[in-house]
């Protein structure tokens, strides 16, 4: 119907269990094949797909691999001893993560 709105549920594809082995869990393995290089999988939507795709995934994946790259460079990550980072999130428009302390010391 014309003016619709529509708002796809990545969700479902992103921790679907019949296309990840872990899906709720971090697991970079996914995109590794047996001899540990990397492998493109379908399932993995993060700029959405089709006509709705974002114009701008190009610049968005050069800029997230440039920002991350400097910051694992100069920073060494850490949580409180003890202290187990979830997965989980608040689930709405979007996945949101349930708020967290890390620290990041200078290598």
């Not at 700029?47 to 795709?53: E, I, L, M, Q, T």
């Not at 003890?82 to 993560?97: K, N």
Request: proline letters at 6%; one cysteine or more.
């Amino acid at each position: 119907m014309q003016g619709t709105s529509v708002m796809p549920n990545l969700t479902s594809v992103l921790f679907d269990k019949t296309e990840w082995e872990t899906p709720d869990t971090f697991n970079p393995e996914h995109f590794l094949d047996a001899e540990g290089k990397f492998v493109r999988r379908d399932a993995f939507l993060p700029f959405s797909a089709g006509k709705r795709a974002c114009l701008g995934e190009g610049l968005a994946r050069m800029e997230l691999f440039l920002f991350f790259v400097s910051l694992l460079q100069t920073f060494c990550f850490s949580t409180l001893d003890g202290v187990q980072l979830s997965t989980e999130g608040i689930i709405g428009a979007t996945r949101t993560p349930y708020p967290f302390k890390i620290y990041a010391t200078a290598r």
